[in-house]
């Protein structure tokens, strides 16, 4: 698989092995860049297709249909993605990915028509390419800066999200209402996301330079496919017992509770998410500017959370994951309550939900990688992202009417359920307990797993 792939691309990769302690790969870098310029074109689009919506006099509902949409297309694409880089390689399918979203942003400008606008909000959502961007910073990396290189990748998307309102204030300030409609002004913000869509596309096409050796290594490929796995693993407890487990069936399990809580904490936080807007224009009926400023600061203030993970470096992948609930609990907390009913209620609950965010995935898909050791995969992260996009698709889809309809209702409040549950799921003494790679059962598994797929080479050379 990929994963496998920039597995065995850590032996030969000078950068990966120096003598003074693990580096960040060049290609890893440049994954950052392509995640931040992503993330600002992203963030353009999430914050003015409510008002490209509204300008076209639509249904507000429609709103959280585009939502839905942009988050549902990567369940179906995540599995393909990883399936073409094996094929042809990453770089050529990011390329292929940002030239269709690009082509999406256009028609999403353009057109008039609401069948075409979904399907260009479709197009949009080729850009995530999540998995590929994750699973290489994964897989290319020592596991000692693991964790590290996740939140640098986060702070690179966060910290350019505070650019979709700016770049929206910059038009309104470039295009004055006494000689431009509201409606120019959103089509040429928008149209700022098409031409950062093109700076990335040769940003990959001049700087992404991972094909050296990627013949020799797509060679070696469908050996790791062919690994035979030991069916039972024989465990040593710290009081000498020793015992044997299902190793298959340990690994199924892992993938199984990480995906669900991956999309139960999606599913609560999706509908925060695609509620903000509809809350903010519509139930509080705060004019557009105001709504630039909120939403900046709910972006400023997040970023540097990634920041933090770097620093707390003596913390492990499962306390950073209980904090990241935690700040999650206390921000839907705090969005919902309905005894309040203010306008800054959705302002200081986004910034605590928007802050969790670093502390939930980077830890979560860094401690899911080293658990399941070689046994992680480009298609098993694929597997995790689509759960979580397709928790994210069902928030979106009923969100932004459940919120215009609910807010300021203990309806409205149970919305952070989902998110509990995968709190206890995390907590559950089968998954807590393993996130330690000390642990008997989780370090058992590693070694016995690393030795099949070193047999498995030998028997092939």
Known sequence: SISRRATLRLSVHPEASASDGPCIPRSVKAVFALSALTAWSESIVDFIVYFLITDQSWDSELYGTITAIQKFTPVLLNPLWVALAEVVGIKAVIIFALLCAADGILIMTLTSWKLLFCWAACLVAFQAIRPLRMSYVLMATHKDIRTTCTAYLNFATDSMRMLGALTSKFWDHVLPLKDYTHSVRHRVTNLTSFVICLINVLVMALFFQNEAGEGSLRKRTASTRAVKWTKYVQVREHDGRTYTINGDRHAMMLTAMTGTFFFSHSLATAIYFVANMPVLCTVFNLDEEYVQNIKLVQELVAIPAPLL??????????????????????????????????????????????????????????????????????????????????????????????????YGTWWFFLSLVPSALALVIVLSPCFFRRMDLEDPVTSACIHQWEEDEEQSRFEES
Do not use: E
């Open 309 to 406: 993970i770097v620093w707390c470096k003596n913390l492990t992948d499962r306390s950073l994951l209980i904090i990241g609930f935690i700040m999650s609990a206390v921000g839907m907390l705090l969005f919902g309550m309905p005894l309040l009913h203010s306008s800054l209620q959705p302002c200081f609950g986004m910034i605590f939900i928007r802050a969790s965010q670093p502390f939930f995935y980077a830890p979560a898909c860094s401690g899911f990688s080293k658990m399941m050791g070689v046994r992680s995969s480009g298609y098993s992260l694929a597997l995790l992202t689509s759960l979580s996009a397709f928790g994210t698709t069902i928030g979106s889809w009923f969100g932004a009417d459940f919120a215009i309809k609910h």
